[in-house]
């Protein structure tokens, strides 16, 4: 069974701080794997999105790096702002189109 | 703004009745995705329709269904409702079968009592 894993469930850093979430997967086989923002009771937004190929890729303040031989992945999040609490989540692409989600981590920035 | 809209924002009803979501891709997308998210759980994919057929399936129940038209918004059909069917619906679209990129709609909240 396709799983995403993702750690911390939940954080708490202060504004200006950096913080990295976790992803672990095991989608086989693998053809992408994406790192959606959701504010709570709003739909997720696309932060990045990786192929096999790809070992890193920013978007702003946010890197994700993706290890494709562990099967792992890291969302980085530089000068956190009191904007980025929020849930992250952690989706998986296998080539049959379908998505295997994470369950998310709730990070809450505080000043 | 997405360019994905869910009709209606907010829904109310009770047990035993049938609802049904609306959603409007963006303009060009021709994959429409549906998603559950109860409370406290992550989002559960449901279904996808790409230019009218049905695509992928994913943890949709059988009391659910959905459809896509030939304008491509899609329509997502919920029959006799239970308490734990109460949750956020979202659905979201891209341009090609594949999903590699979605864009998600605001959701619609469903409230059964």
């Known amino acids: 069974k396709n799983q995403v894993e993702q750690s911390p469930q939940s954080l708490i850093i202060l504004e200006g701080k950096n913080c990295t979430l976790q992803?672990?997967?095991?989608?086989?086989?693998?053809?992408?794997l994406r790192w959606y923002k959701q504010d709570t009771g709003r739909g997720p937004v696309s932060l990045t999105i990786?192929?096999?190929?790809?070992n890193t890729k920013s978007n702003g303040r946010y890197t994700a790096t993706l290890d494709a031989d562990t099967k792992q992945s890291s969302l980085h999040i530089t000068a956190s702002q009191l904007s980025d609490s929020a849930s992250y989540i952690c989706?998986?692409?296998?080539?049959?189109?379908?998505?295997?989600f994470g369950a998310g981590t709730t990070v809450t920035v505080r000043a | 703004d997405s360019g994905v809209t869910q009709t209606p924002k907010h829904l109310i009803t009770a047990t035993g009745q049938r609802v049904t979501l609306r959603c409007s891709p963006r303009?060009?997308?021709?994959?429409v995705y549906w998603y559950q998210q109860s409370l406290d759980q992550g989002l559960q994919f449901l279904i996808q329709?790409?230019?009218?057929?049905?695509?992928a399936k994913g943890n949709i129940l059988e009391r659910f269904s959905a459809q896509q038209f030939p304008d491509l918004h899609s329509e997502l059909n919920l029959s006799s409702l239970e308490l734990g069917d109460s949750a956020l619906y979202f659905c979201?679209?891209?341009?090609?079968?594949?999903?590699?990129?979605?864009?998600f709609g605001p959701g619609t909240r469903l409230t059964v009592t």
């Open positions: 979201a679209s891209s341009v090609g079968a594949g999903g590699f990129e979605q864009y």
């Open positions: 992803c672990n997967y095991t989608v086989s086989p693998f053809s992408n």
């Open positions: 990786m192929t096999f190929s790809e």
């Open positions: 989706v998986v692409s296998g080539d049959d189109y379908k998505l295997s």
């Open positions: 303009s060009g997308d021709l994959s």
């Open positions: 329709y790409y230019n009218g057929e049905e695509r």
